[in-house]
C-alpha cells in the first residue's frame, strides 16, 4: 500500500482529523439548524476558521469576497453557536449544527436558501 492509499484510508476509517482543503486552502462548511436540521447557509472555512470555531464554539468562516477571517455574526450579532461538527468521509466537508442567535442570511432571512427553483423560476418559501 502507498503513502496516499494509507492517507486516503486513515482520512476515512480512522480517528486523526486531518482535513483535506482544496487547492485555495477551503472546504464547504453546510451550516445546519441543530434541532430542526433544515440547511440555514454555506460558506468555506480554512485551517484558521476551523480552529476558531472549534476553540470558540461560535462558527467562523473564511470570506472569499474579504480574504479574510469572519465570524458569523460579528456586525449582525446573529452568532451561530456550534453544538456539533461532522466531518465527511473524505474530510473535505463539514456539517456544522448550530443554534443561530436571529436569522442567518444577511437578508434577514432566517436562513439563505429562502428560495425554491420552479420551472426556472426562484419563487419565494416565506409566507
Not at 480554512?46 to 470558540?56: G, M
Amino acid at each position: 500500500m502507498t503513502n496516499q492509499n494509507t492517507l486516503n484510508e486513515d482520512r476515512e476509517t480512522g480517528a486523526s482529523f486531518s482535513p483535506k482543503f482544496d487547492s485555495r486552502g477551503l472546504l464547504t462548511a453546510v451550516v445546519v439548524n441543530h434541532e430542526t436540521k433544515s440547511v440555514l447557509m454555506v460558506a468555506m472555512m480554512d485551517q484558521l476558521a476551523i480552529d476558531k470555531t472549534v476553540e470558540t464554539r461560535i462558527a467562523h468562516f473564511h470570506s472569499r469576497s474579504r480574504g479574510k477571517l469572519w465570524m458569523k455574526g460579528e456586525t449582525s450579532g446573529n452568532f451561530l453557536n456550534v453544538m456539533r461538527i461532522l466531518v465527511d468521509c473524505d474530510q473535505d466537508a463539514l456539517v456544522l449544527e448550530c443554534v443561530p442567535a436571529g436569522p442567518t442570511c444577511h437578508t434577514g432571512a432566517v436562513e439563505c436558501f429562502y428560495r425554491e427553483m420552479e420551472g426556472g423560476v426562484l419563487k419565494s418559501k416565506i409566507s
